[in-house]
């Protein structure tokens, strides 16, 4: 069933209601401009959007694929879906971190609500789901979502995500976690292309 499958997605995502502060850009990846806002934690919030083209349902039935999520999402080493629910998946991530930092793991819960030519998709970790993993250190929150808005002939995507990976610097988690934003949308604009009309 497509809800079921589609709340795989993302990495990634109800908002937390702290996060009230005005967004600013913060940086370009890949053509995506990526944008960011303080929060009550050290670490910020993230937003990016693209458009793409094809069939809601198709970019749906892509990002709900789990076993190619580490083809798309940087820095996943592993993802294994651990049970559906009524609206949505659990699944746990292994996140690859730069040498010295240990992975990090965490568990999501992912709900999908469809409404016509539009979804969206929430996220929430759960960091006490499952016992931690052998050599990797386990997030301790993760909220955020994502939008999907038919527009005519092309969707908008919007993707808003914020982590707390259980320590690092702030300076360092700040940076991956708005280029891995940004790098996701793009990946997801090259899967979905626009192609110019020729004149």
Known sequence: MLTTRLVFCLSLLALPAWAESAWKAARDVEGVGVESRETTSKYHEHRGRVMLCGKLESVLKYVSDVDALAA????????????????????????????????????????????GASAKVTMKGLPRRIAPQQGTVRMQAADGVWTFTTQGEQIEVVLQLWIDPGGGPKLLVNRRAGTTVGKMLANLRSEFACKQKLK
């Open 72 to 115: 798309w999402v940087p820095h996943t080493g592993a993802a294994k879906k651990l049970e559906e629910t009524p609206s949505g998946i659990v699944y746990h991530v292994v996140t690859l971190a730069p040498w010295p930092y240990k992975p990090r793991d965490m568990i999501y819960a992912l709900d999908v609500h469809l409404q």
